[in-house]
C-alpha cells in the first residue's frame, strides 16, 4: 500500500517564527489532506489538497502531486498551533485515508 | 449543528469482555469511518461505509465489527477484548469527494 512519510518528527518553535513541514508520499493520490491533533485529542481538518496551493490564515498548503509531495506552511506561529500535524492519503476514490507518523509542532511564548 | 458524536469518551474493559462504541453523525454525509490511533503513532483505518448497508474492512479489521442501518449511525462492536485493543478510537465522516472530513472527539479504551 501507499507510504506517508512526514518531516520533521518534532519541531520547537518561538512564537512568531515561521516553518514548513513536509508529507512525502510513494504513489499518486486521488486525496491528501492535513490535519491538526490538538494537545487536548481533537482532530481539525485543515485542508483537502491533492494538488495545488490553498490558503486559510496564517496557515497555507501546497501539493505538487508529480513529484509526490506536500507542503504545510505555518506563519507568525502562535502557541495555540501547538499539537501533531498529520498528513493524510488516499490512492483510490472512497477516502480511506492513510495517515503519516505526524510531526509534533511545540510553540513556546 | 454537533457534527460527529461519540460516546462514550472513557471506557475500562476487562479481557474477554465486549462493548460497543457509538457514532452518530447529523452532516448527512454518506461515508463514515472508524479510526485507532496508538501512543505517538497516527491513525489506521478499522471499517468503513459508504452509505446505509454498505462496510467495509480497512487496514486493522481484526477484533472488530460494524455495522450501519442508517445514515447517521456507524457502531463499532469490540468482541472478546484484547490488551492490544488498547488505544483511542476515532470515528469520522465526509461526504463523497473527501470534503468536510469531520472527526469526532474519540473515545479512550484500555483494556485490563
Known amino acids: 500500500g501507499i507510504q506517508v512519510e512526514q518531516s520533521p518528527p518534532d519541531l520547537i518553535l518561538q512564537e512568531g517564527a515561521n516553518s514548513t513541514l513536509r508529507c512525502n508520499f510513494s504513489?499518486?493520490?486521488?486525496?491528501l489532506q492535513w490535519f491538526h491533533q490538538n494537545p487536548w485529542g481533537q482532530l481539525i481538518n485543515l485542508f483537502y489538497?491533492?494538488?495545488g496551493t490553498k490558503q486559510n490564515g496564517r496557515l497555507s498548503a501546497t501539493t505538487v502531486a508529480t513529484e509526490r509531495y506536500s507542503l504545510l506552511y505555518i506563519s507568525s506561529s502562535q502557541t495555540t498551533d501547538s499539537g501533531v500535524y498529520f498528513c493524510?492519503?488516499?490512492?483510490?476514490?472512497?477516502?480511506?485515508?492513510?495517515f503519516g507518523a505526524g510531526t509534533i509542532l511545540r510553540v513556546k511564548s | 449543528n454537533a457534527g460527529v458524536t461519540q460516546t462514550p469518551k472513557f471506557r475500562i474493559l476487562k479481557i474477554g469482555q465486549s462493548m460497543t462504541l457509538q457514532c452518530t453523525q447529523d452532516?448527512?454525509?454518506?461515508?463514515m469511518y472508524w479510526y485507532r490511533q496508538d501512543p505517538g503513532m497516527g491513525l489506521k483505518l478499522i471499517y468503513y461505509?459508504?452509505?446505509?448497508?454498505?462496510?467495509d474492512k480497512g487496514e486493522v479489521p481484526n477484533g472488530y465489527n460494524v455495522s450501519r442501518s442508517t445514515t447517521e449511525d456507524f457502531p463499532l462492536r469490540l468482541e472478546l477484548a484484547a490488551p492490544s485493543q488498547t488505544s483511542v478510537y476515532f470515528c469520522?465522516?465526509?461526504?463523497?469527494?473527501?470534503?468536510?472530513?469531520?472527526f469526532g472527539s474519540g473515545t479512550r479504551l484500555t483494556v485490563v
Open positions: 469520522a465522516s465526509s461526504d463523497r469527494e473527501g470534503y468536510g472530513y469531520t
Open positions: 493524510a492519503v488516499d490512492e483510490w476514490y472512497g477516502n480511506k485515508l492513510v
Open positions: 504513489d499518486s493520490v486521488n486525496n
Open positions: 461505509s459508504v452509505g446505509a448497508g454498505i462496510t
Open positions: 489538497i491533492p494538488s
Open positions: 452532516m448527512n454525509h454518506n461515508y
